[in-house]
Structure formats: C-alpha cells, structure tokens
C-alpha cells in the first residue's frame, strides 16, 4: 500500500465534507418545516393549509429529516431520513450513516438503514454495509428511536408540533444574547 492510499474497510466509503459526529452524548431533533404531530404510531405529519379552519393541520404521515441537537448546521452525513412504512402504520424506516473515522475533508462512512416498530418500542432489524459500522449503527438506531418516542410522549401531553432545528438555534441565540451583567 502506498502512502497516499486510504484504508477502507469492505462497504465503507469516503464522504467529502463529511463532519465527525457531535462529541459527547446528543439527541435529534426535527430539520424540516411544515412539520405537525398527527394521529397514529407514526407521529410526524406534513401540514396543508385548511380554509374552513384558516389554519394548517396534519395532512397525513411524512418523512422528516432529522439532525443532531447539538448545534445548527449542515450536517451532510449526520443527517438522518425517517418515514412512515408503506406496509405498516406502526413502523417506520431510518437511513442514515455512520461515521467510522475523519479522513482528511471528510470522513469514511457506511451506509446504513434501520426498521423501527413504534407501537413497541423497539428497533426491530439494522442494516449495515460494514461489518465494522454495526454498533454504531445499532446506537444510532437506539437514539433514532428514544426521539421518535419522546415525540409520542410529547404529542400525548398536547404538544402540537415537534421542535425544530431552527426553532432550537433561535432560542440559543436568544439567550447568547442576553446583555451581561457588569460588575
């Protein structure tokens, strides 16, 4: 092997621009607009606007992007995609990636996709394309989970909608800018 060579391992692959996931322990949150708690297992719904209420409500279950809730940015391959099963109104799908290492701009990654049964609670089957990805991808599997339960929760306590991203970064800028107190 040369010196400029990348060592990737079977099913991996080289993501440009890339990030390192978030250090530490974090959560998702909801990346997208247009986004309501509707009813059913699956609690995200897209939103169409409704004249005779002159408001929007829940047009029906949608995939929604989600991101980690750490900071606001473009987070390319932390990215997660989730929507409703087409078979099953109490399981959804997750594709995301895993990030098994930086790698110059970018990072060597591994695709990977994961079954989710709402009703129970639980990941039901994690697809992954390297061997060496799979608790990762189990992990992020389990996070991907606990958010979508804690958004049932949330909806079961009256909440109308999930919390966005931007939602998020405002009301940190809020509090970045409140005034300092000078001594």
Request: net charge neutral; aromatic share 8%; charged share 20%.
């Amino acid at each position: 092997m040369s010196a400029t060579s990348i060592d990737i391992p079977q099913g991996a692959e080289f993501g440009m621009y890339s990030p390192a996931p978030p250090a530490g322990d974090f959560g998702y949150v909801v990346d997208d607009t247009a986004v309501l708690y509707g009813k059913g297992f699956y609690p995200f719904h897209r939103t169409a606007w409704n004249d005779a209420l002159a408001t929007y409500v829940p047009a029906g279950p949608a995939p929604v992007r989600l991101a980690p809730d750490t900071e606001f940015r473009a987070w390319n391959t932390e990215y997660v995609m989730l929507w409703p099963s087409q078979r099953d109104a109490a399981h959804a799908q997750a594709t995301f990636h895993v990030c098994l290492r930086p790698q110059g701009m970018g990072a060597i990654i591994a695709r990977a996709t994961a079954e989710i049964d709402v009703r129970n609670g639980r990941v039901e089957r994690v697809t992954v394309n390297c061997d060496e990805a799979r608790e990762g991808a189990e992990a992020k599997a389990q996070k991907i989970l606990a958010y979508v339960l804690a958004c049932r929760a949330d909806r079961r306590r009256g909440g109308k909608a999930p919390v966005t991203a931007a939602q998020l970064e405002d009301s940190r800028q809020i509090v970045r800018a409140e005034p300092q107190a000078s001594a």
